[in-house]
């Protein structure tokens, strides 16, 4: 099977890290680049079925965690979701459900963008903090639980 440039992306991190890209963490890597935003351990699993054992997908994220391939996202709730790192996938923003936690990627216009990252340079100069990165999630109802 050809690999991907995502593949290929991964599989020189993990190796700058001395890990394995086994077959299981290429399914995953594959499902995390399919997903439409965050995914749970249980989302990615119900997604895969039996191709990749549930214990082995936490395990997994662990790793591409501290590879720094995948990044987390805690929710009030205390699921942790995980998308690829922008590194991989570019600068984006999310939408998530307080009543559902479904998470949804959006991305924002250049004017809008440019906008928030002079905010975020503000409220750090304004409490002597030099911010090197940004997100913005937005809480609230998705179409389905409005």
Known sequence: MAQTNLERQV????????????EGRRTLIQALGKADGPKSAADLHSRLG???????????????????????????????????????TGHHHHLVCVNCGVVEDIEID???ETQLE?????????????????????????????
């Open 110 to 112: 250049d004017r809008l």
């Open 11 to 22: 599989e020189t991190r993990l190796r700058e890290h001395e890990i394995r890209l086994t």
């Open 50 to 88: 039996d191709q990749v054992p549930l214990s082995s997908i936490y395990r997994s994220l662990s790793v591409f965690e501290d590879a720094g391939v995948v990044s987390p996202h805690y929710s009030t709730k205390g699921v942790t979701r995980y998308e690829l790192a922008e590194w991989l």
């Open 118 to 146: 002079a905010i975020v340079e503000e409220i750090g100069r304004d409490v002597s903090f030099a911010p090197v990165d940004h997100a913005l999630e937005i809480d609230g109802n998705c179409r389905q639980c409005q």
